[in-house]
Structures are given as structure tokens and as C-alpha cells.
């Protein structure tokens, strides 16, 4: 099983990226997917789910600023994230969750930097 993060990097305070995980090795039609992030310090927090019917999730530290997506003929999931504030540094993880076990895989991560 891999879950492969990408699109961080650095980028001033009020742009955009779009982080991606690219997964291999799970049935993803039967995963849940979300994506987590973790600030230097600071606990691992969820900020964005999307179930296995593509109903969407966010936290309320991002909401309005987030759209999570999900592609299951190519088993990636997209999160776009616009509006990025310093306080969103951190290094991004996405989550695969299945929905029935509960068994769950995690992706290397990707490093989010924003420049006031």
C-alpha cells in the first residue's frame, strides 16, 4: 500500500495550492479519505475528509478556504487550499480510512510553508 502526498511548498500569504495523494494498493472506492496537518509543536489535526460517496468534510480552522476532491477511476485525492494564512505551516498528510474495518494508511506527507 502506497499513499503518495505532493503539491507543498512555499507560497505567500494569500495564495494557493493544491495538495494531491496518489494511492496504490487499496480498493479506493472503499476508503475514506482525509487529509491531516501538523505544525511544528503542535498536535496532528484533521482538516479536511471526504467520505467513499464523495460527501465532503472540513474543520472549522479552514473552512471556507478548503475543497477537498476525489478521483476513484485514477485513486487520488486533491486538496485545494486558497486563502493560506502562516498559521497554516505544517506539513500535510493524507489519510486513507476503510470504511467498513476501520483500517487506516498514511501518506509521507507534504511540507506546507506560507511567507507572511
Known amino acids: 500500500v502506497q499513499l503518495q502526498a505532493s503539491g507543498g511548498g512555499l507560497v505567500q500569504a494569500g495564495g494557493s495550492l493544491r495538495l494531491s495523494c496518489a494511492t496504490s494498493g487499496i480498493q479506493f472506492s472503499f476508503y475514506d479519505m482525509d487529509w491531516y496537518r501538523q505544525a511544528p509543536g503542535k498536535e496532528r489535526e484533521s482538516v479536511a475528509a471526504i467520505d467513499h460517496g464523495g460527501s465532503p468534510m472540513y474543520s472549522d480552522s479552514m473552512k471556507g478556504r478548503l475543497i477537498i476532491s476525489r478521483d476513484n477511476a485514477k485513486q487520488t485525492v486533491a486538496l485545494q487550499m486558497n486563502n493560506l494564512k502562516p498559521d497554516d505551516t505544517a506539513v500535510y498528510y493524507c489519510?486513507?480510512?476503510?470504511?467498513?474495518?476501520?483500517?487506516?494508511?498514511w501518506g509521507q506527507g507534504t511540507q506546507v510553508t506560507v511567507s507572511s
Open positions: 489519510r486513507a480510512r476503510h470504511v467498513i474495518a476501520g483500517t487506516t494508511f
